[in-house]
């Protein structure tokens, strides 16, 4: 099978094929290197890196980098979104990191994704009250909404002159049809990635899945050709979704939106894809299949900290000792309440919002969808 088709990175699961078609390196060998390796880490939800080895070296030296974790603000976000902004949270609170998060609303206006820029702007402070709603240092951490903070223009235009159209042709797959502001955009994101060493002077990681590394490759050969750091990346697994198809926003009953009520939560549990046998009579004798079981990845991704439990599961699983609905049950359990705490969480920083940004936000908007 073909890892790009139609210019497009299929989301395979063969990480070896990935890991070779990327050129990135494996995470095991540095494994060791992390202080207090979270779980995403511990459990290979991060499965390769590029330069990351660099970023510890400067870290473990007593240096600081930054974080660089953009998001395209064109729906609520689900809890397979807020993944990363935990991995982004724990670098913060583990090594200092200092954390920034373009919301390219051009993005998602130029590919049409949203029907109008403001519609772009509102899930751009929705987005965001989500994330600092985990927790973020607002000290340490920086949102700006690309289309209003003039940086990002000025920046792109003179990044763009270090790139030429066959280049971002090729790594893009740009067709014919595609309009000029989507092929300006590589220019956009560049001047995002480069964000922190510019303007800070801080080498810098992007967390992302591995069919965004083209635009980590591109910005770490302009940063070559300016004598900057080349950004380093991070790179995240694919996850699935409740019915075991990635998780959209589009599809809703794939996933948890952090607005989700406890009930519509409940039923979307109730209906994921297990690793069951088709009666609990059968799932007694011959035992279920977590690896496959979407439930169990929910508690091994998202849910559990304690490694010694979810290998507890796992074994309870496969013996038989353990049936669905009991897993589900439990799954809904850790959904309600991480739900309730979740929204007492945006509703308290609604108003601190403002803090996290780099220029000025009309948070009424927030209040009306556009
Ligand atoms: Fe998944 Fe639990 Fe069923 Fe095993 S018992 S297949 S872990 S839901």
Not at 138 to 162: D, G, M, N, Q
Not at 172 to 189: A, L, V, W
Not at 271 to 290: L, M, V, Y
């Amino acid at each position: 099978m073909a890892i790009v088709e139609a210019g497009e990175v299929k989301k395979t699961t063969d990480y070896e094929r990935l890991i070779e078609y990327f050129g990135v390196e494996r995470i095991e060998p540095i494994l060791n290197r992390f202080k207090n390796p979270h779980r995403l880490i511990r459990r290979k939800v991060i499965f390769a890196h590029r330069d990351f080895d660099k970023i510890l070296d400067i870290a473990n030296l007593g240096g600081t980098f930054a974080v660089l974790s953009g998001r395209g603000p064109s729906n609520k976000l689900h809890i397979g979104h807020l993944l990363v902004y935990e991995l982004n949270l724990y670098l913060q609170r583990e090594y200092g990191a200092s954390v920034y998060v373009p919301l390219s609303d051009d993005e998602k206006y130029v590919f049409r994704k949203v029907k109008n820029l403001e519609e772009a702007q509102y899930y751009a402070l929705d987005n965001a009250l989500d994330i600092v709603a985990l927790g973020y240092d607002p000290k340490k951490t920086k949102f700006f909404i690309s289309s209003e903070y003039p940086w990002v223009y000025k920046a792109a235009i003179r990044l763009s002159r270090h790139l030429t159209y066959s280049t971002v042709r090729a790594v893009f797959g740009f067709r014919d049809d595609n309009n000029p502001g989507e092929i300006f955009y590589s220019c956009i994101q560049m001047a995002h990635i480069l964000f922190p060493e510019i303007v800070y002077g801080l080498p810098t990681v992007v967390p992302v899945a591995i069919d965004q590394d083209p635009y980590i490759r591109i910005s770490r050969d302009v940063a070559a050709k300016l004598r900057l750091f080349k950004p380093a990346g991070l790179y995240l697994k694919y996850l699935r979704g409740l019915t075991g198809k990635p998780m959209s926003a589009s599809e809703p009953q794939t996933c948890i939106f952090t607005t989700d009520d406890v009930e519509e939560a409940r039923k979307k549990v109730w209906n994921a894809f297990t690793g069951g046998q088709p009666t609990i009579r059968e799932q007694r004798e011959k035992g279920g299949n977590p690896d496959i079981c979407v439930v169990f990845e929910m508690f091994y991704v998202y849910f559990i900290e304690d490694d010694a439990e979810v290998e507890r599961i796992r074994q309870d699983c496969m013996s038989g000792n353990l049936i669905c609905g009991e897993c589900k049950d439990r799954l809904c359990e850790y959904v309600s309440r991480f739900l309730k705490e979740h929204r007492r969480r945006r509703e308290q920083m609604k108003d601190r919002l403002p803090e996290f940004f780099l220029h000025e936000i009309d948070t009424s908007i927030l209040d009306k969808l556009p």
